[in-house]
């Protein structure tokens, strides 16, 4: 299971209409994702997004690929509302109408992994 955190840089002073957005999301009717030809390729396991002044990030748990999951939700039309209620929020307007605009501002916008940690792979030492 793999974590992705990508980054948004905000107008300060918007929180609470940032989380109004976030909060009447619907989430995709399934976690499963799936290539072109249908073929099951991962899952989309959680995610949250925290806000703080001007940076906000949102933080993906998955199985598989991060090009799976950018291709799925660039295809999810709650997550276009989604980005079309953000945009005036936004410091600086991306493009996000087409799969490959997405998927093009999903990898920029994605913070290097430095770590991660899990108790089924890693876990804690005896006291």
Do not use: W
């Not at 840089?9 to 940032?18: L, M, N, Q, S, T």
């Not at 993906?60 to 005036?88: F, N, R």
């Amino acid at each position: 299971m793999t974590y992705a955190a990508i980054t948004y840089r905000v107008k300060p002073g918007h929180e609470d209409e940032i989380a109004e957005i976030f909060q009447n999301f619907k989430r995709l009717g399934t976690s499963v994702l799936r290539d072109e030809e249908g073929n099951e390729v991962g899952r989309l396991l959680g995610t949250a997004v925290f806000i703080k002044d001007d940076f906000m990030v949102r933080v993906i748990h998955y199985e598989g690929t991060l090009e799976a999951v950018s291709k799925t939700m660039a295809k999810h039309g709650g997550v276009h509302s989604l980005e079309a209620k953000l945009a005036p929020y936004l410091q600086q307007q991306r493009d996000t109408s087409t799969t490959e605009a997405f998927g093009s501002y999903f990898r920029n916008a994605t913070m290097r992994c430095i770590s991660q940690l899990s108790a089924d792979t890693q876990p804690a030492e005896a006291s």
